[in-house]
């Protein structure tokens, strides 16, 4: 009986193992075909997802998302602009005041910027941008980031009850294999967490 219950145990564990792998490559398949999604919906507002900044400037995956929402701006698809992101470390200036200092310098002005300096991980760039649309009185938003990134932000935007679209960065800095296929990885792991532990 006991070796039937240590056969039975590992059985179950493959088992296991088995769902597991097949709901993550699920996902992973998802997360890709969502990064094709694409809106110039004319919205409100676009918020863009924070990124890294180093001596103070803006990281080249920044720059893509920044640019990307100065687009849609001077294309009048939307009126605002929202940039998210705090302090990493060691840094004396918020990433989203680095991002509005770099979009002031493309010409965009300063009366349609806006900005929150608390937020560190993507979903409270989210819950901070809600707080900027409810006090504005903005409804309607286009999410900015890399298209890996679209999947579990657009999930995360619609549970802070965001009436948003995806609008994806037309180009993005993860060309290559490599670095796509981490990004990729990255994205169905928590995405996949998130969705077992119910927060997107």
């Known amino acids: 009986m006991f070796s039937t219950f240590k056969i039975n145990k590992k059985r179950l564990l493959s088992v296991f193992g088995l769902i597991v792998g097949l709901y993550f490559s699920a996902n992973l398949i998802r997360i890709y075909n969502f990064s094709f999604q694409y809106s110039e919906t004319k919205s409100d507002v676009a918020i863009v997802l924070g990124a890294s900044t180093k001596n103070n400037e ?7 998302r920044i640019n990307h ?8 698809i939307v009126t605002k602009i929202i940039f998210t992101g705090g302090y990493g470390k060691g840094q004396n200036i918020s990433d989203s005041e680095l991002a509005k200092k770099y979009a002031l310098k493309k010409g965009i002005p300063s009366k349609d910027i806006l ?8 979903i409270e760039n989210l819950i901070q941008a809600k707080i900027i649309m409810d006090s504005c009185n903005l409804v309607s938003a286009l999410i900015v980031s890399d298209p890996l990134h679209m999947k579990r932000s657009i999930a995360l935007a619609k549970n802070q009850h965001i009436e948003c679209k995806s609008s994806p960065t037309k180009t993005t800095m993860y060309k290559s294999f490599g670095p796509k296929t981490k990004s990729l990885f990255y994205e169905a792991l928590f995405f996949s967490l998130g969705q077992l532990t119910g927060k997107n």
């Open 69 to 76: 929402s100065i687009y849609l701006y001077e294309s009048k």
């Open 58 to 64: 803006v990281s080249p995956i920044f720059k893509e």
């Open 115 to 122: 900005i929150e300096k608390k937020s560190r991980f993507t």
